[in-house]
């Protein structure tokens, strides 16, 4: 059964990442990082199932720890967008996807994979929980990665 509500979840995420593809990164390194296969092919099939996954599951919000978890999804997907906001801001410069916000590495990495997984709980759904560790196996060590680089 589809759940259009739960359609929200994901578009939540999307929205920086559509003002993203209008606002390409300013001083970016020449080159590209050699990217790990095995993590990159983990990071889509975890980015392809936290995007669609949701819409077959309704949000729960009536026990306890539904509305803890809730809390947690808004703390992450607040965090989430102030990396965007400080990507934005600042003149978009490429160094800014990756680096620390509040001392937290790749936030733009790790937020969206906390959210995701908080989601999972609200959703009831262990597939959606499966989808956000996959996700979280590819695309943190990817972003740490490029970071570095």
Do not use: D, Q
């Amino acid at each position: 059964m589809l759940h259009p509500v739960s359609l929200i979840l994901p578009c939540l995420v999307l929205i920086p990442n559509l003002l993203f593809l209008g606002a390409k990164p300013v001083y970016m390194p020449e080159g590209r990082n050699k990217e790990n296969p095995i993590l990159a092919v983990a990071e889509g099939i975890g980015r392809l199932g936290v995007l669609i996954l949701p819409v077959f599951w309704e949000i729960h919000l009536e026990k306890t720890y539904e509305l803890i978890v809730f809390i947690g999804m808004i703390g992450s997907i607040l965090f989430y967008y102030a990396g965007w906001i400080r990507y934005f801001t600042k003149g978009r410069e490429y160094k800014l996807l990756f680096a620390p916000l509040l001392r937290i590495p790749v936030p733009l990495a790790i937020s969206p994979v906390l959210y995701f997984s908080f989601a999972a709980i609200i959703l009831h759904s262990p597939i959606l929980l499966i989808a956000s560790l996959i996700l979280a196996v590819g695309h943190i060590p990817m972003s740490l990665a490029e970071y570095n680089r």
